[in-house]
């Protein structure tokens, strides 16, 4: 764990760490007089609007925030008081009031710190009477709990190195748009309120809640940047409502936040300043302060901005990695959720419009040169733009203690890894993938080559323990990517038959997979022995030696406890994880059933399965397959109505190997259930379908009892094609 200048040690309790920070022979008695006046504007401020809205709407009239459970968050966390109406409010304020004393102090100055929080949460809240949305875009105000869950174990397990919070107006819009692309870089969650929104905006800076930088408002918003922060502590941090003061203590030692005041102070803004430095958040100002108008390491001037974040960062003590990736975009999480429209696109490749494929591979010292990066065929300035090419990422390996079945996991971090790029979009997996650079990034200069460029510096950054060695070879023509593609198959072929010998019932745990999370944040993947990840790549031995690389990875392990329908494979373990980790929106899944309480879809699947009633069974279909089916949608549209992270009985995403699975939908017939499926699914699975139908007592023949595109793309047109060739499906129980 990185400790700071404010870190101390464990057993210090929090307000301790305050104690010697003022030099009480010249205490800055300016700067508390401000915090003092500041806080009785503030509340006096809630208080007439407070009075407002219950003259209007009655004491009983509920107040609260959209899209949270959380009350009002910065009452809730830190008093334990649960907000439901305007007449809950006036005595907490009073409270607030109370401890707002003359005497000027540190402490008091925290204090005052305080009821200007509470005061800002009270003002904010009147704001969403009624159901009122009061903030249009780019500013989003309050961001309810789906986005703190979204990002906030990000944010309290350092992934997201720290939380920024720009308050005022920056010298110029330059100034502003250089800061937040610095800290976009270099992975912070960032809050913007005031004029700092519009110079961010118009010196381009990408904002919103994909970005990670949340422009909130211009005044008492920036509380959303406190009620987000505590969230975040009470939702991952375990801390029960109403522990205040470990509630500031988490703060301060998870979330390291820091506030950026930038240009001229007034009263209000020195009491939020104190609120933050109530909950260990430092303040740093561009105004050239006076030295008894400052206090050593929490509240600091530094007006040069050259420095300003590093100076913030190490007052906070964030001690950062520097990744030097020699590439002319800027590359951090905050871009993970970027998407590149068809008409932002410069090229693309795969996503069923060209072959594409990734591959890492593990190999001994000699086969490898280090850093080495070839592109075999054309360059993306060889290519019109809006086309498409064929893409090979064949990525070499070698580490002293690098394994075989870490291969597939550091597949799957290329995902991630491109995502990270400014400019750059990445679907999916293995020989499914799909990819787009922006016109943007490649008028910057961004080549083919550079996600090489990018592969090596950021698989031996984040993999140092098991990766010695990168090498990446990029290919874009046409016959070579064909002929490597066979090859890569073999290794995905050897990892799937690995795992062919373990069953569900064998282990004592399954594993989660949240990859897909930045595109669909209310999705969880649950993934047995028996049933893959939906992308078709993650298996179970896959989650288990990611989470052996990576702890706090995307996968990671639940223990079956709790059985409560074995048929349906429910369990309590598995019911609530997927609760916690679907932003509290899915309840239940069966691991087993695709028409009682399924599991989740994303997008990445590489098939979409849905009911078709008509045959009492299943039709089944791919991404490569772009025609009609039985069901009168296509996989785009089904995929719209699927995907995203919903629970939809009788439609469900998957891979295309869960075809295969012993599991797949036993809970509702299984393989026997199935009616349809493109040709091609047909033909792929082959042999292996067949020996799974005799396994299932169906026969040798009853894939050819399966009707495809070749028969009919409507129930009509199959029907009686089924009942010619007797499909089991005819005479099973119904399914609805």
């Not at 005041?261 to 430095?277: M, R, S, T």
């Not at 303040?283 to 040069?304: A, C, G, K, R």
């Not at 399954?510 to 022995?529: D, E, G, K, R, W």
């Not at 916690?580 to 691991?591: F, G, K, L, Y």
Request: proline share 5%; aromatic share 8%.
């Amino acid at each position: 764990m990185t400790e700071g200048v404010l870190s101390q040690e464990w057993e210090q309790s929090f307000d301790e760490i305050f104690d010697g920070a003022v030099d009480e022979t010249n205490p800055p008695v300016k700067l508390f007089e401000k915090a003092y006046d500041g806080a009785v504007i503030a509340t006096s401020y809630a208080e007439i609007l407070l009075n407002q809205a219950i003259r209007r709407y009655g004491p009983d009239k509920p107040v609260g925030y959209p899209d949270t459970g959380y009350y009002l968050p910065v009452i809730r966390a830190l008093s334990g008081e649960a907000v439901e109406k305007l007449g809950d409010l006036p005595p907490i304020l009073n409270r607030m009031r109370n401890q707002i004393r003359e005497e000027l102090n540190f402490h008091n100055a925290r204090l005052c710190g305080e009821a200007a929080a509470y005061s800002a949460e009270i003002i904010e809240a009147l704001r969403y009477l009624d159901g009122a949305r009061p903030h249009v875009e780019p500013w989003t105000g309050f961001l309810g709990d789906p986005v703190v869950r979204r990002y906030g174990i990000l944010l309290v397990d350092w992934t997201i190195p720290g939380q920024a919070v720009i308050m005022g107006k920056g010298k110029s819009s330059e100034d502003v748009g250089k800061l937040v692309m610095d800290l976009q870089a270099k992975g912070f969650m960032i809050f913007l309120c005031n004029q700092a929104i519009e110079q961010a905006i118009e010196a381009g800076c990408k904002l919103g809640i994909d970005f990670i930088a949340f422009p909130i408002g211009n005044f008492t918003q920036v509380i959303h940047a406190v009620n987000y922060a505590l969230r975040a502590g009470i939702a991952f941090g375990g801390i029960p409502p109403g522990e205040r003061d470990n509630t500031r203590d988490y703060q301060r030692r998870r979330v390291r936040a820091f506030v950026l005041q930038l240009g001229e102070i007034d009263e209000v803004q020195v009491a939020a300043h104190f609120a933050a430095i109530f909950l260990g958040f430092p303040v740093i100002t561009d105004q050239d302060l006076p030295e008894d108008e400052q206090i050593p390491n929490w509240y600091v001037s530094h007006p040069n901005y050259e420095d300003l974040l590093q100076v913030a960062m190490e007052i906070r003590g964030i001690k950062l990695k520097i990744v030097d990736i020699p590439i002319p975009i800027t590359v951090g999480p905050a871009f993970e959720g970027e998407v590149i429209r068809k008409g932002d696109m410069r090229v693309e490749f795969g996503g069923s419009k060209t072959t594409a494929f990734e591959l890492v591979e593990s190999v001994s010292e000699d086969e490898i040169e280090d850093g080495k990066i070839e592109v075999v065929g054309p360059e993306i300035d060889e290519t019109e733009e809006g086309s498409a090419l064929p893409l090979g990422i064949m990525v070499k390996i070698f580490g002293r203690k690098m394994q075989e079945d870490f291969e597939s996991v550091l597949e799957r971090r290329i995902h991630y890894l491109i995502n990270y790029g400014e400019g750059l979009w990445h679907m999916a997996q293995r020989d499914t993938i799909w990819m787009r650079i922006s016109k943007d990034a490649a008028e910057k200069g961004f080549k083919i080559r550079d996600f090489g460029e990018l592969l090596v510096a950021k698989f031996k950054d984040e993999f140092p323990s098991i990766v010695d060695r990168v090498q990446v070879t990029l290919i874009t023509d046409a016959e070579k990517v064909e002929q490597e593609l066979e090859r890569a198959r073999e290794f995905y072929s050897a990892r799937d038959e690995r795992l062919r010998g373990l069953t569900d019932e064998s282990v004592e745990e399954f594993y989660s997979c949240i990859l897909c999370q930045s595109f669909a944040p209310n999705h969880c993947c649950v993934v047995t022995p028996e049933r893959l990840g939906l992308c078709g790549a993650v298996s179970w031995l896959d989650g288990k030696a990611a989470y052996e690389i990576d702890p706090s990875g995307p996968n990671r392990p639940i223990k079956k406890e709790g059985l409560i329908d074995e048929d349906k494979g429910i369990w309590e373990s598995v019911n609530e994880y997927v609760y916690q980790n679907t932003n509290r929106m899915i309840e239940e899944c069966s691991m087993y059933s695709f028409m009682d309480r399924p599991m989740t879809s994303c997008g990445c699947f590489e098939c979409i399965m849905a009911i078709v009633p008509e045959a009492n069974g299943v039709m089944i279909t791919t991404r490569e397959y772009g025609g009609d089916t039985p069901v009168g949608m296509t996989f785009s549209t089904l995929a719209g109505s699927v995907g995203g992270g919903v629970q939809t009985p009788g439609f469900m995403g998957h891979g295309r190997a869960y075809v295969l699975s012993r599991k797949f939908i036993s809970a509702d017939g299984g393989l026997a259930r199935v009616v349809w499926m493109p040709k091609e699914l047909k033909d792929s699975l082959g042999d292996e379908l067949r020996q799974r139908a005799e396994e299932e007592g169906l026969g040798a023949d009853f894939v050819e009892k399966i009707a495809d595109e070749t028969v009919g793309t409507s129930a009509e047109e199959i029907l009686p094609f089924l009942e010619e060739k007797g499909h089991p499906a005819m005479s099973l129980e119904p399914l609805m």
